[in-house]
């Protein structure tokens, strides 16, 4: 008989095994939630110097912890993780960081008396849960920060630079202002502490910014079988890393509107900066130019004459961040030639996904001075260059100027609100788009220009496709992408290594949409149209923005994306009919060929109602409100039953009194029209045959998917009076 697997995840029985028999019982004990079960273990702990019964003791937790199910014991596993993550590695370090400025001389002495640092980030997590708290966020950016990929990080142009500790901060006004600049519902808290200077950075302050997030929702399914919905704010965290030395801000946050914000809001509060004369600015650090040549040029700089500029240094990662290939060289060698000789003509460095380091030697002298001088220049990944840390002014600049002749440098510069409006049709098409990956061939169909969308934060360079489908003259199917000869352009080798000719290298670059951003760029030009402004995130293609009208006349609006996707308007016309007692409304989408109706609301495409030029709005406000009132009497469910088509695949089934049904398929269609046409004739009651007669399917329910269907059942079709017949729900 083949034997049952252990529901207990690696980090519970790590636990069991490893910690303090009592310390491992206690955390196993916790119970954080309603649904999570009681596990009524073995309440008394044996001697931890008696290793028979402690380890007797073990196995009786294991085996009652076996009786739960996965899902039963997924939280504890989780917390078990939290635990391990700061007893191992530098997560020890970590904890012992933040302890050694929170903790008081006895809880410090407690701490240190624990025999090991699984028992010691157990005692913490038990007893002092704020500073665990604060050691995992310390934790997670000391993470970002060594791996070089901190989420973003800002430069500020103070005249010098400001000596700050955690004390000199007013976390109150800081924490009023990101509330403020955020427009949060709820209270947002501000922490600082002091960071002790490293090997790898220097002496810094973190701020732990938590803050709700916007309200949202989910299903839930009660005891009795009922469902229900709750409604809750998740916790949201940005951690703020301030290095004076530098002037650098560093910010990890999931959203970059948060991360900009947050770091406008420090900047202006605490570092007393007018980011409306000197914004701050993000610099991002583009190497795949490197995939082509290593050699650099030697560009004209007014006021500076270069002599030598040479890359000594060159690391790439092997598909794995643990999995590094670097190549050094004496400021003397050529490391094109280098790489040539020993590794190959088509070397790995032509063919690299991403360059994780690329070190630069600069000899210059100064126009008029014959003194010559040296500059190292360091990159490392998209966000790191040590000329953040260079003291002088003027070789900063240098080393800045250089890296943006080269191609290797773009600065994040706002795009003004005109230029913003100018494109506001072509960024909801990007905004419309599935995936989060576009090409350069993409956005130069839609007029965008990527560099100006990198510089401005609503795109992030990737990499560049090795693989494109063609179909054209007599090649039909995948061709690889190589190397070109011609500057700006790549070969391209058919599949079976005929010459497929060469394309500009622009169409093939990848580029990652910025979509909490991107979303943000879209809305702010809709919320003028608004009475009240908010945010509520239904569903990751549907998001409640505010309302408008009267406040005896007020109108929820919506914002929805992907509606020409026949599985996102399923799903959306649940969500929205289940949200009925919100009233009549509006659901603006960035789609233009979809339904008139979803659920409950008139859906008003925004590409097809956009002012005129001139206008101080983007959208007519005028012509919102016409096609609102021509649609108010279908959303409510029309005068009478009827199926309203709105084009071959998809249509809107009215019944008065009820939310339009959305029904998309010709099943679905002739279905529900074959039932209209019985009802309207006096005759409701359908044979299941003939319902289903030319569908393909055996019965009315196979032709949804199972979440409508339950949906629908007794509320828009039922069973007839008779055993095997159907009819409207009217």
């Given at each position: 008989m083949a034997r049952k697997a252990s529901p207990i995840g690696p980090n519970?029985?790590?636990?069991?095994?490893?910690?303090?028999?009592?310390?491992?019982?206690?955390?196993?004990?916790?119970?954080?939630?309603e649904n999570e079960p009681e596990f009524n273990l073995p309440k008394d702990a044996p001697n931890p110097s008696d290793e028979e019964s402690v380890s007797e003791f073990r196995q009786e937790i294991i085996g009652v912890l076996s009786d739960f199910d996965l899902d039963e014991l997924r939280p504890a596993e989780q917390r078990c993780r939290r635990i391990r993550a700061l007893a191992e590695s530098k997560g020890i370090s970590s904890l012992t960081t933040i302890v050694d400025k929170q903790f008081t001389e006895e809880q410090a002495r407690e701490i240190e008396a624990q025999p090991d640092p699984l028992c010691r980030s157990?005692?913490?997590?038990?007893?002092?849960?704020?500073?665990?708290?604060?050691?995992?966020?310390?934790?997670?950016?000391?993470?970002?920060?060594?791996?070089?990929?901190?989420y973003d990080a800002f430069e500020v142009e103070l005249e010098k630079a400001i000596n700050l500790d955690a004390n000199a901060i007013d976390e109150t006004a800081l924490a009023s202002k990101i509330t403020e600049v955020l427009e949060l519902k709820t209270i947002c808290t501000v922490k600082a502490l002091d960071l002790p200077s490293t090997e790898a950075h220097p002496t810094s302050i973190m701020l732990i910014v938590r803050h709700g997030g916007p309200l949202s929702s989910v299903h839930d399914h009660r005891d009795d079988g009922r469902r229900g919905t709750i409604y809750f704010r998740p916790p949201n965290e940005a951690t703020l890393i301030y290095t004076p030395s530098k002037r650098q801000i560093e910010i990890c946050a999931e959203s970059p509107?948060?991360?900009?914000?947050?770091?406008?809001?420090?900047?202006?509060?605490?570092?007393?900066?007018?980011?409306?004369?000197?914004?701050?600015?993000?610099?991002?650090?583009?190497?795949?130019?490197?995939?082509?040549?290593l050699a650099l040029s030697i560009p004209k700089i007014e006021g500076v004459e270069i002599q030598v500029a040479r890359v000594l240094e060159v690391e790439i990662r092997l598909g794995h961040w643990s999995r590094k290939l670097a190549l050094k060289v004496a400021i003397d060698d050529d490391i094109q030639e280098i790489a040539t000789r020993y590794l190959g003509r088509g070397n790995i460095f032509r063919r690299a996904a991403s360059f994780s380091r690329i070190g630069i030697a600069v000899k210059y002298n100064r126009a008029g001075?014959?003194?010559?001088?040296?500059?190292?220049?360091?990159?490392s990944g998209a966000k790191s260059c040590n000329l953040q840390s260079n003291k002088d002014p003027d070789e900063r600049s240098l080393g800045f100027a250089l890296l943006h002749e080269w191609g290797i440098l773009s600065a994040f510069r706002q795009i003004d609100n005109g230029d913003l409006r100018a494109m506001f049709a072509q960024l909801v098409d990007l905004y419309d788009l599935e995936e989060d990956e576009v090409t350069g061939g993409y956005l130069r169909e839609i007029g965008l220009d990527p560099d100006r969308l990198i510089e401005g934060g609503l795109l992030e360079r990737r990499d560049r496709q090795d693989v494109v489908l063609i179909d054209e003259d007599d090649i039909n199917g995948e061709v690889e992408i190589k190397p070109s000869s011609t500057?700006?352009?790549?070969?391209a080798t058919g599949p079976f290594g005929e010459n497929a000719g060469e394309h500009p290298t622009v169409d093939l670059e990848r580029y990652q949409l910025n979509r909490e951003w991107l979303q943000e760029t879209v809305l702010k030009f809709i919320r003028p149209l608004l009475t009240s402004k908010g945010a509520q995130v239904v569903d990751q293609d549907l998001v409640l923005i505010g309302d408008m009208g009267t406040d005896g006349d007020r109108k929820p609006v919506y914002f929805a994306r992907r509606l020409c996707d026949p599985q996102v308007i399923n799903k959306l016309d649940q969500l929205?009919?289940?949200?009925?007692?919100?009233?009549?409304?509006?659901v603006l989408t960035s789609s233009t060929n979809t339904l008139t109706c979803l659920g409950p609301n008139v859906v008003i495409p925004v590409l097809t109602h956009l002012s005129d030029e001139g206008e101080d709005l983007v959208l007519s406000r005028d012509a919102l409100a016409q096609t609102f009132s021509s649609g108010r009497n279908v959303a409510a469910g029309g005068s009478s039953v009827a199926v309203l088509k709105s084009g071959n695949q998809s249509a809107s089934l009215c019944i008065p009194g009820k939310a339009p049904l959305a029904i998309l398929g010709a099943n679905q269609i002739r279905i529900f029209e074959k039932l209209v046409a019985a009802h309207l004739a006096g005759s409701p009651d359908v044979k299941t045959a003939d319902l289903i007669e030319d569908t393909g399917v055996k019965s009315p329910q196979q032709a949804f998917k199972k979440p409508m269907w339950e949906s629908i059942l007794d509320v828009y079709i039922a069973k007839g009076s008779t055993r095997g017949y159907w009819r409207l729900v009217v």
């Open positions: 519970i029985l790590a636990l069991i095994e490893d910690a303090r028999i009592d310390l491992a019982r206690a955390v196993l004990a916790i119970r954080e939630g157990i005692w913490a997590f038990l007893n002092t849960r704020q500073t665990f708290e604060d050691a995992e966020s310390f934790h997670f950016a000391r993470q970002f920060r060594d791996h070089g990929k901190m509107v948060v991360r900009q914000k947050v770091g406008d809001a420090f900047a202006e509060v605490t570092l007393e900066h007018d980011i409306s004369q000197k914004p701050l600015t993000w610099k991002r650090y583009n190497l795949s130019r490197f995939r082509t040549s001075d014959a003194k010559e001088r040296s500059l190292n220049i360091t990159v500057p700006g352009m790549v070969s929205l009919r289940a949200r009925n007692p919100s009233g009549i409304g509006i």
